[in-house]
């Protein structure tokens, strides 16, 4: 009778773990419908993208269930790395980061070899700390990070917890953890970041459009504008020599909850949809002036719940445009000057338009009309639009990174196919 007792006990544990298991899984895919798992687009484009999939939560909240999912689901290009499999215990983390170096040893072997386009860390990544280091290896390799977290209703119930975690964390164990864990990360900024190898083919065309106009005859003409003389001939590509280190469309600026609205933001149901869903940018326009070079961006009506109502205003309150009139991609600046220019420079721009300013055609270059405004502001309206593939995400890193200076033509950019 006590060997039948056992083995039912054994039987119904078994049962319940599968049963909470399976509902965990069934809650990430089925009651939130993330993305990256259920939206056949999104699944395609990051199968071509560079993506760091960070899961944050506390232990037992359904983290490695969520981890398996992705990687099952991109198993050709993903590699899954667990703290659970170095044996790092979740606890509020001590002086002594050496339980670390295996994990981070395989990690960086993982990005050095690239051995996989898609890197999903399965740890509570509570530390502040630790998700710097982490960031700035993204940076590094170039990956966009999305940071994903379990929607389980039990997820910060330590009373729950405490019986789920395999680990056996005492509920006062998991207490001292929920506080670095309960509050969203907001990023430096949300945007769309524009995926690899759309990223080296608008970097071409970027590349072809600043060389065409240095040598345009018309541009030289002007040189007095970007504080040349006009016997000297400007190469814009090293004037703009600063771009950012990933190509991306900036949504709201939170500089990490600092910035009135950010949280509010970040809270808003379409940012949460959105988030690591991949959309397609259309590119109408060039545009190039003394302090930046950037791509206009036009926004679709889905695309449009993302921007916020006050990002024109932001930036010249006096004025009135229509809603996603700064959406933009910065592509480089010249020294000194801040890639939030870009966004205001565009929007002279279209002050310009509105008012009916005088405008001067000078003709075709790089598959469009380009078109030279005042006070050294040229734009090339393109005769066809630029689709790039990008995923909605946040940018988590430190603030003004950008992309390695390269020395010498042929070195300015990797080696790319024309779409």
């Known amino acids: 009778v006590t060997a039948t007792l056992k083995r039912s006990k054994r039987l119904l544990a078994k049962t319940l773990n599968l049963t909470m298991s399976t509902q965990a899984a069934k809650d990430h895919t089925e009651g939130h419908k993330i993305p990256l798992l259920v939206d056949d687009h999104t699944v395609t484009t990051v199968r071509e993208s560079k993506i760091l999939v960070i899961l944050r939560g506390l232990p037992g909240s359904g983290k490695t269930s969520l981890a398996k999912e992705i990687e099952q689901k991109f198993k050709d290009n993903s590699r899954l790395i667990s703290?659970?499999?170095?044996?790092?215990?979740?606890?509020?983390?001590?002086?002594?980061?050496?339980?670390?170096?295996?994990m981070d040893e395989e990690l960086n072997t993982c990005c050095e070899r690239r051995e996989a386009n898609l890197v999903i860390l399965d740890d509570t990544h509570h530390d502040q700390e630790r998700l710097n280091g982490l960031f700035?290896?993204?940076?590094?390799?170039?990956?966009?990070v999305l940071i994903l977290e379990p929607k389980t209703p039990w997820r910060l119930d330590c009373g729950q917890l405490k019986d789920r975690n395999h680990w056996k964390l005492s509920l006062e164990e998991l207490k001292n953890l929920r506080p670095t864990l309960e509050k969203e990360l907001v990023p430096l900024y949300f945007g769309w970041f524009v995926m690899k190898r759309d990223e080296d083919t608008l970097r071409k065309t970027s590349h072809d459009f600043l060389e065409q106009l240095s040598n345009f005859k018309p541009f030289r003409k002007r040189l007095q504008e970007y504080g040349y003389e006009d016997k000297h001939k400007l190469d814009l590509l090293k004037y703009f020599g600063k771009t950012p280190n990933?190509?991306?469309c900036t949504t709201k600026y939170c500089d990490y909850g600092k910035v009135a609205g950010s949280e509010e933001y970040a809270k808003m149901e379409a940012?949460?949809?959105?988030?690591?869903?991949?959309?397609?940018?259309?590119?109408t326009a060039l545009f190039v002036t003394p302090r930046t070079a950037g791509a206009r961006v036009e926004l679709t009506e889905e695309q449009l719940t993302l921007w916020p109502q006050d990002a024109e205003k932001?930036?010249?309150?006096k004025d009135t445009f229509p809603k996603g009139s700064r959406a933009h991609i910065t592509l480089g600046t010249a020294a000194d000057v801040q890639d939030v220019q870009t966004g205001i420079d565009l929007l002279e721009f279209i002050k310009l338009q509105q008012s009916g300013g005088?405008?001067?055609?000078?003709g075709e270059i790089c598959g469009g009309k380009i078109y030279y405004y005042?006070?050294?502001m040229w734009m090339l309206n393109l005769s066809r639009k630029i689709e790039v593939k990008t995923i909605f995400s946040g940018y988590y890193g430190k603030a003004g990174v950008t992309a390695p200076q390269?020395?010498?033509?042929?070195?300015?950019l990797p080696t790319c196919e024309i779409m």
């Open 406 to 412: 390269r020395g010498g033509k042929k070195a300015l």
């Open 374 to 376: 005042e006070n050294g």
């Open 358 to 362: 005088e405008k001067e055609d000078l």
């Open 83 to 102: 703290a659970d499999n170095h044996n790092i215990k979740p606890t509020i983390r001590p002086s002594d980061e050496g339980e670390y170096s295996k």
């Open 271 to 283: 940012v949460k949809k959105g988030y690591s869903k991949a959309y397609i940018l259309h590119i």
């Open 246 to 248: 990933i190509l991306h």
């Open 136 to 144: 700035d290896l993204a940076n590094k390799y170039h990956f966009t």
């Open 314 to 317: 932001e930036v010249m309150p």
